[in-house]
């Protein structure tokens, strides 16, 4: 088997860890529309967490926080 056959382990996926993580620490706010997690680079990821506004057949939101979070080996850590 040559190098570039060689299987790479998989990368584990921190999103639910870094969405438990976030609830943990500060909640679940009210109308919780979702929580993006988006990948930005290396253990970088952006967290959006997304609400709902208005009352009407089409659901709509906002951004109600929004965190740029480091993931380490036993860590998640928000930056300011």
């Known amino acids: 088997m040559t190098k570039l ?8 996926c921190p999103v639910q860890s ?9 909640g ?6 979702k929580t993006d ?5 290396g253990n970088k990821y952006r967290v959006n967490v997304w609400v ?3 009352d009407g057949m089409v659901p709509q939101g906002r951004i109600a ?4 979070v480091s993931v380490g ?5 928000i930056q300011g």
Request: without cysteine.
């Open 5 to 12: 056959e060689e299987k790479k382990e998989p990368k584990t």
């Open 18 to 26: 870094i969405k438990d993580h976030l609830a943990k620490l500060f």
């Open 28 to 33: 679940v706010p009210d109308k919780l529309l």
């Open 37 to 41: 997690v988006i990948h930005v680079y």
């Open 52 to 54: 709902r506004t208005g």
């Open 65 to 68: 926080h929004s965190y740029f």
């Open 73 to 77: 080996k036993s860590r998640i850590h």
